[in-house]
Each structure stands twice: as C-alpha cells, then as structure tokens.
C-alpha cells in the first residue's frame, strides 16, 4: 500500500539535500508518493502518513531549524511514522555513526522515532561554508564521501516497513537512555 511520504531537510551545503533526494526517488520509484522539502518550508503535516527528516550534522550538532521542526511537530510526529538521519562526517571518521545530540535524541524518543542513521557526508570547495569549513575543503577532507549504495538500501527498507504497516503502528514506547550507555561521539569531521 502506498503512502504519503514527506522528506524534509536541514541541509548546510547541499550534501543533506542531494541525499534527502536520493531517499526521494526510490521511495517514488517503490510507489510512494513524496514531497522532498526544504524543513523552512513545511507548514502542515496532515496529509502524511510518513516523516523522514534529515540534518547535516555539524560539530556533532544539528542544524536549528532541523531541531525546530522535532521541537514544534511533537504531537503530530507521535501519530506518523518517523525516521531520521544526519548526515557530514568525511575524513577518517566518514563510515563511523554518529550519536544524536542531547535534544535530538531526546525529541526521537518523545515521538517514537528510531534513532538517526548516519551518511557520510561531502565536501567540496564550491560549496563549503563558513571559514572552518573553506579551509577544510582545501585539504585530504575535499570530496563527496556519500554512499549512494548504503542511503538507497535504507530508503529500501523504509519501504518495506511503511508498505505493509497502518498509519503510526511503527511506534515504540519511548524510554530514557541509560546513562552507562551514553557515549561521546569519536572525534572526526562533520559536513554536511
């Protein structure tokens, strides 16, 4: 059964956006029907069924916007199934997951939401913004890291959990996270 799909995103240079398209078009071509947007453009959540929102992740942090969105769609999340990503590390670091942060990681579990996977990243000198971020793309750290393979499996098995699934029956009951769990992120570099 087709759903409505809406994939927003937080993207700082591009790289969110190009893999927010990626997941796009393969759940279009599985059947869904999807809105890939801008999250500053998003004003109302009735019409979908399913929420993919992504972020570049950036000195371990979301973009504001992204963690806006989480923040004032709560109780419509609650009633959606959700999924998450982030996406920015290159270098060394570029396959390695990386943890939400504090707020993010606490707004999934309000809503249900599984925790965000992480893609790598990209990092080209025409894009790069900010001045930490120029200096990097004149480095070993230029180039384009994202794993076309790896984001279209995922949006692959989204596919197959939303297809057979009623509206919000993907939901677990949220839970704390135990401290003795908790991590700190490796050290790396996070584009996105």
């Known amino acids: 059964m087709s759903r409505k799909v809406l994939i927003a995103y937080a993207s700082k240079a591009g790289?969110?956006?190009?893999?927010?398209?990626?997941?796009?078009?393969?759940?279009?071509?599985?059947?869904h029907d999807?809105?890939?947007?801008?999250?500053?453009?998003?004003?109302d959540l009735?019409?979908?069924?399913?929420?993919?929102?992504?972020?570049?992740l950036y000195m371990r942090r979301w973009r504001?916007?992204?963690?806006?969105?989480?923040?004032h769609n709560v109780d419509a999340l609650r009633d959606r199934q959700v999924w998450l990503f982030h996406s920015g590390p290159v270098g060394p670091d570029k396959d390695q997951a990386q943890d939400?942060?504090?707020?993010?990681?606490?707004?999934a579990q309000e809503i249900g939401?599984?925790?965000?996977?992480?893609?790598?990243?990209?990092?080209?000198?025409?894009?790069?913004?900010?001045?930490?971020?120029?200096?990097?793309?004149?480095?070993?750290?230029?180039?384009?890291?994202r794993?076309?393979?790896?984001i279209r499996a995922w949006a692959t098995n989204i596919s197959t959990t939303i297809e057979p699934t009623e509206h919000g029956t993907n939901r677990r009951p949220a839970t704390k996270p135990s401290r003795k769990h908790a991590t700190r992120p490796p050290a790396g570099h996070f584009l996105g």
Do not use: C, H, Q
Request: charged content about 25%; cysteine-free; aromatic content about 6%.
């Open 64 to 71: 504001k916007d992204a963690v806006r969105f989480l923040r």
């Open 113 to 145: 939401a599984p925790p965000a996977v992480t893609f790598a990243g990209s990092l080209e000198p025409d894009t790069a913004k900010g001045f930490l971020a120029r200096r990097l793309a004149t480095g070993d750290l230029a180039g384009d890291s």
């Open 34 to 43: 999807v809105d890939v947007v801008d999250v500053n453009r998003v004003k």
């Open 15 to 31: 790289a969110t956006a190009g893999i927010a398209g990626a997941i796009g078009a393969e759940l279009t071509a599985r059947g």
């Open 147 to 150: 794993d076309w393979t790896k």
């Open 100 to 107: 939400m942060p504090p707020a993010v990681r606490r707004l």
């Open 46 to 56: 009735t019409r979908y069924d399913v929420v993919i929102l992504g972020s570049a």
